[in-house]
């Protein structure tokens, strides 16, 4: 099955170009989600809102490029190398292989364009730089259900010169719980560990393998305890350091009392103190600021091989399983260029996941498919111009609305309107007195109006988000 | 030259991913711009001015994915092909090929992949559809100034089926003029031609090849007019013929006269007529709603080729050398199924092109280099919960700020303000009565205030665009 399509592209700002060509059928890319505009309204509420927090916050704006040389993007080995998308000219590879352009690639994060970013700009920046980001990414993981090829992330980084100040890692998770807080995602909890805790703990009951520890530990919610502690066993630990292990992973609390619980282990180590205290931090300021919503967990194993200090991951309460929302931590090493070092801590949404589990799952949607709030009726063809007259007058109070595309019956019109969820109709001239009038058509209420003075509603004046 | 740089991507949200690497020097790529914050701010500015006026007028918000079938995005022939980037996983060409994934590029525009996306949802869309999409395409042309790889284009279209109601082509370039009106662009003039003009003109003097034709007088400005006249006579013109194509090139008129001037000219063909009223009509309405932003000029030739009726090119008046920032036009047929066909009309903002020209040429820029209204200064360590109580008053209300990094010597904590040019500097306990103080670092004025009530200036509440 094919279709003739108008590959119609007119080159709009460029250079013309168009043909018919036979394509396939229009399927979906599997990993490539679009949305309907009711759905997108869902997401633009919330990319708004955490973009007002983020800037209510002192983050700077920011945008990096799509691409970035492969070889900044490559890791050593591992799944990230699969993961990334090339970019090349189509019909210019050859004459560009042995040119000067590098290799490109889709970033598949926003981190590693910031630290590029950083590095390449340093000198115009002032530090401490506080950013924000909200772009798009692309991985080339297998698709599944919440796990996208295209997403779009939102971040936010604090990086600064030599030193870091900690503030910054109790700051970080606060700005996510405000932005959250604003946003029809019910409770969720943002869990907080620092790798110093495992890391010393681990050194203190003599498990010197750190990472390999802290890999195994990562599989408690998959494998369960006993395995985990078998798999600890088979790599060299004796059964009293995976009972210890264990029982570190199991501590959690929304105050302070993870450090007694921590100590009545009866473990000691410098790293173990350095990171309790750390953390300590951290919750006491979440307790102070947003109480009940930071819990310390130290069994979250996010990126610590990779992170140096504090680590976060964010649950949505009730839908535990959907994974992390939003996750970030601290880089000593955010960035470095030899010389200098930029130490950075930052946290991520994955607005994407986020949106479509909160629209597939919980039914969340908007109000209308339009930003229209108004209609305005067209009587007949002559009488366009009052209508046209009408929205102009109308906009320029704030209201959005269009005009009807025909001078159909007014049934018609405001059918139009229904099928759109738009919930007002403007009839020019439907007064006695020859003014006009305004129908709400979900009640039906129809009132002599003045477009210079009539008041949306407020509810009304922007699709509204609605949550089952 | 080479550095390390910690790849330090934490795959929050996803799989863990880093490696330390040595990478080369950091430098730009061509064609792929990148703005420091206060430049951001400006492009923001745009990006919502755009956007209000876009949802002002009842167009729904929607976005596709970066990506289509290469199928769909290749030409018969021509410039296109070599101008696509091709998207491939890395590691995973081998793997995927010969599987059911199609061969992907990214989107070199917005209107291909909205008209697939118009096929697709076809049934869930309700017609005329307003849609207005903003987003970034990508394009292996050779960058030049103003002219970049990666771009940000913002498009208004309206599509309906089977038929589109005219007075939508006069609707397009209104919604422009009043965007650009809100917008430090300066004076601007919208070029709108009609491609039954010149088709029924050329026919009506005996020249066949309407596109030859069209091809070669889209060349005046470039080569002047005895060259264009050569050229056409070279290509099977009359002398008589030429001076016709070139005369009717040169009508324009802010008003409706272009039509007695084309008259003039002798010729009558039932295309041309066709084409005058709708130009006329489309002009008319111009001068009623924005007068003066809206020029009948008949060279106007911008993908002649494609479109089907109106087409449109806007100049920002003084840099006509920039070529047009704004453009469109109707197609008959945007997108078909073979059974029921979508005509459509367009208008697409080149809004990268625009904001590099304004930014590098007119001198362009923001207030501030963050979002940051009030910096709240840290007195000691122990102080910083203080002030961490009054930004969370000042946010509370809408005031974006944030906290000094460090309890540093007042005059440090002010510099640190002023280097980002953050207007007010907040004292927490600064008063006499042990309330704070506000200082106005640009008038050196410091009064008492409390974070409860104090009112931001509106001026100040959001960094403002500069125009020297």
């Known amino acids: 099955m094919s279709e003739t399509v108008e590959n119609a592209a ?10 018919k060509v036979r394509v396939e059928k229009v399927l979906p890319i599997s990993g490539f989600p679009e949305l309907l505009p009711a759905e997108r309204f869902v997401e633009l509420h919330f990319l708004d809102t955490i973009r007002e927090v983020f800037e209510l916050h002192g983050f700077a704006p920011l945008e990096t490029r799509a691409v970035e040389p492969t070889s900044r993007l490559l890791g050593k080995g591992g799944d990230a190398d699969k993961e990334i998308y090339g970019v090349s000219r189509l019909a210019g590879r050859s004459e560009e292989r042995g040119g000067s352009d590098a290799e490109l690639g889709l970033h598949f994060d926003l981190t590693v364009p910031f630290a590029r970013y950083v590095l390449e700009n340093a000198g115009k920046l002032a530090f401490p730089f506080r950013r924000y980001q909200i772009q798009k990414v692309w991985r080339g993981e297998r698709p599944q259900e919440g796990r996208f090829r295209e997403f779009t992330q939102a971040d936010i980084d604090v990086v600064d010169v030599g030193e870091l100040a900690p503030h910054v ?3 970080m998770p606060l700005v996510i719980a405000e932005a959250f807080g604003r946003l029809p995602v019910g409770e969720f909890r943002i869990q907080v560990n620092n790798r110093r805790i495992p890391e010393g703990f681990y050194l203190g009951i003599g498990l010197t393998d750190v990472a390999g520890t802290l890999r195994i530990v990562d599989k408690l919610d998959k494998i369960g305890p006993e395995k985990v502690a078998a798999q600890l066993v088979a790599a060299g630990a004796t059964d009293e350091q995976a009972r210890l292990a264990l029982a570190l992973a199991e501590v959690r609390s929304t105050d302070l009392s993870f450090v007694d619980a921590v100590r009545a282990l009866g473990v000691t180590h410098p790293t173990l103190d350095q990171g309790l205290e750390a953390l300590a931090a951290v919750i006491a300021v979440g307790m102070e600021r947003a109480p009940g919503v930071l819990v310390a967990d130290l069994r979250i194993a996010r990126g610590l091989d990779y992170y140096t200090g504090t680590v976060y991951e964010t649950q949505l309460v009730g839908s535990e399983e959907w994974g992390s929302v939003c996750s970030g931590g601290r880089y000593d090493s955010l960035a470095s260029d030899g010389r200098t070092t930029y130490p950075g801590v930052g946290i991520s949404i994955g607005l994407t ?55 159909a019956k007014f049934g018609k019109q405001i059918r139009y309107a229904d099928r759109r969820g738009i919930p007002f109709v403007w009839f020019p001239g439907a007064g006695d007195d020859g003014g006009d009038q305004v129908k709400d058509i979900r009640s039906g209420d129809q009132a002599d109006a003045d477009a210079a003075t009539w008041e949306c509603p407020a509810a009304d004046l922007r699709p509204s988000i609605l949550t089952p």
């Open 169 to 171: 890692e109790a700051e």
């Open 10 to 19: 007119p080159g709009r700002g460029g250079a013309p170009r168009a043909e």
């Open 353 to 407: 996941r986020l949106v479509h589990l909160l629209v597939s799952k919980r039914g969340l949607t908007a109000s209308r498919s339009t930003p229209a709030a108004v209609l305005v009726a067209v009587v007949d063809d002559e009488g366009r111009s009052r209508s046209d007259a009408v929205a102009s007058a109308l906009r320029a109070r704030g209201v959005p609305c269009e005009v009807a595309p025909t001078a």
